[in-house]
């Protein structure tokens, strides 16, 4: 080795006094002259035309002639090999495979990534895909900062290619090696090396995809410290992460800060920030937003709309709700069932029953049926509103229709009959939610109260039979009422054995 060094240093006094023999940007022999695990002594008489002293005039025949040795190489031969086929780069990739499959084992990374860059350079993205699938995903491979620094040092033997970091990014990403991605995206912020945009955002959504957030929130922090390029799609990425972590608040932040970095938001960005404050929901601010982006040119869509809408009726702003829908049906996009069903809410939130059922008779006109969600929201509204025989109309019209009412549905029903004291009703809907097998322990317990409060004992201790039967099991809710029941006929010794059966 002492005397391969000292050929080195002859080497590089001699570049020194002429510099046309300076070999393909490489600066100094000293950076190559570092011992390695394979040492080929025999290295072959040079000439002014190969690109390396050491390399020999003929490097076909010489490979072949080395690999039927089986002498091991040094990484500077193997440079230098590689360097005078960078015009072919698809010789120097048959060169180095030939070399993997001789020694078996993925080569020195100085070679690896001299290949790396040439292959970019050339557009061969996929081979070079396939040289880090191949040389990187075993175990002992090299510490991701350690192939960023190598790629560093190729970078001045041969033209410095900065999508080969982009590629090393995306290989990490895509390997699911989400840290090994960081350790390499920090190293190359300290060389002054700033991924493209593409490559980072593929970082920050596969962090996001595994719900890292806080790497993602850091990672965000970092390329706005470090002055890199944000786009639409780093914002799309950062308010979808918001939303997925539960925290819509935070996502206007983040669009805000993007926007305000001069990057001009695009039809998607305006949908997913208004999909975030709608979230919250902040209507009034959906509605600013929603004309922002009328202002920039972007036709909203109905998912937009809709998702406005239904901000404004949470936030009981029924007015603008419907501005909205005007405005909605004036750009040509139709009165949909999910819009007319949240106008509907809106109407019987606000108490106004007939402007719920205009907008349902409007809807029919127009040939959209009610769907479940229809009926429960306006029977719910009737029930709320003491309309006992029009929410009992509207279950039955659920049923004609072929819908089956849930048990939520169908409790209330039977409530708003119960206030009225509506028996024969009741006990309809009740034998035909048992039947269908949707009644559950608070439809028994409504019943019962209603019976134990009416004194008609007899009838509720048949129906507490009826539960055992089928299995109901009896709540704490169910004992009180049956106890009020014994009580209220002066059945004390009927409600003690009652009680004491509860305790146990």
């Known amino acids: 080795m002492i005397l391969l060094e000292n050929g080195f240093r002859q080497q590089e006094d001699k570049m020194k006094t002429s510099p046309a023999l300076l070999p393909w940007r490489i600066r100094s022999y000293k950076t190559l002259a570092k011992p390695f695990s394979l040492a080929y002594s025999s290295v072959a008489s040079s000439d002014a035309d190969s690109p390396c002293p050491s390399c020999p005039s003929n490097p076909d025949l010489s490979v072949d002639s080395v690999l039927r040795t089986r002498k091991p190489l040094t990484e500077e031969w193997m440079i230098s090999y590689l360097l005078k086929y960078k015009h072919k780069p698809a010789s120097a990739l048959g060169f180095f495979k030939r070399l993997q499959l001789r020694v078996g084992e993925v080569l020195a990374l100085n070679p690896l990534c001299v290949l790396l860059h040439l292959l970019v350079h050339s557009d061969m993205n996929r081979s070079a895909k396939e040289l880090l699938w191949k040389s990187l995903s075993a175990e002992s491979s090299p510490r991701p900062a350690a192939v960023v620094d190598a790629l560093v040092q190729a970078s001045k033997w041969y033209v410095s290619e900065l999508r080969t970091f982009d590629c090393l990014l995306f290989f990490y990403v895509h390997a699911g090696r989400l840290e090994d991605a960081m350790e390499a995206f920090g190293q190359m912020a300290k060389n002054q090396i700033f991924p493209g945009i593409r490559a980072r955002n593929d970082l920050l959504a596969a962090f996001v995809r595994v719900n890292s957030f806080g790497s993602a929130r850091d990672l965000y922090r970092e390329m706005v410290a470090l002055g890199m390029e944000l786009d639409c799609c780093t914002c799309d990425i950062m308010m979808h992460a918001c939303l997925k972590e539960g925290k819509p608040e935070e996502a206007d932040a983040y669009f805000s800060d993007v926007i305000g970095r001069g990057v001009k938001a695009d039809a998607l960005a305006y949908t997913k920030i208004i999909q975030a404050v709608c979230k919250e929901p902040h209507a009034k601010r959906a509605c600013e937003i929603l004309s922002e982006m009328k202002m920039a040119g972007f036709g909203p869509s109905e998912f937009v ?124 809907l009740f034998d035909e939610a048992v039947s269908a097998g949707i009644a559950n322990v608070f439809t028994y317990n409504d019943l019962l109260y209603w019976f134990s409060r009416s004194g008609k004992l007899q009838e509720a201790c048949a129906l507490w039979a009826k539960m055992e039967e089928r299995g109901v099991e009896p709540t704490v809710v169910s004992y009180n009422n049956l106890l009020l029941a014994h009580c209220k006929l002066g059945d004390l010794d009927a409600a003690l054995n009652l009680f004491s059966k509860m305790r146990e």
Request: some cysteine; hydrophobic content about 45%; glycine content about 8%.
């Open 305 to 428: 709309y809709i998702t406005v809408i239904g901000a404004c009726v949470k936030e009981g702003n029924l007015v603008d709700a419907l501005r909205l829908k005007d405005e909605m049906l004036r750009h040509g996009l139709p009165l949909s069932l999910v819009v007319a069903t949240t106008l509907m809410k809106g109407y019987c939130l606000k108490g106004d029953l007939d402007g719920a059922f205009a907008l349902v008779s409007t809807i029919s006109e127009m040939g959209i049926k009610p769907n479940n969600v229809t009926y429960a929201i306006l029977i719910e509204a009737c029930c709320k509103h003491a309309k006992d025989e029009r929410a009992y109309d509207l279950y039955c019209q659920m049923k004609k229709m072929g819908m089956v009412p849930n048990v939520f549905i169908t409790n209330s029903v039977m409530l708003a009959l119960l206030e009225n004291g509506k028996w024969a009703k009741v006990l309809n």
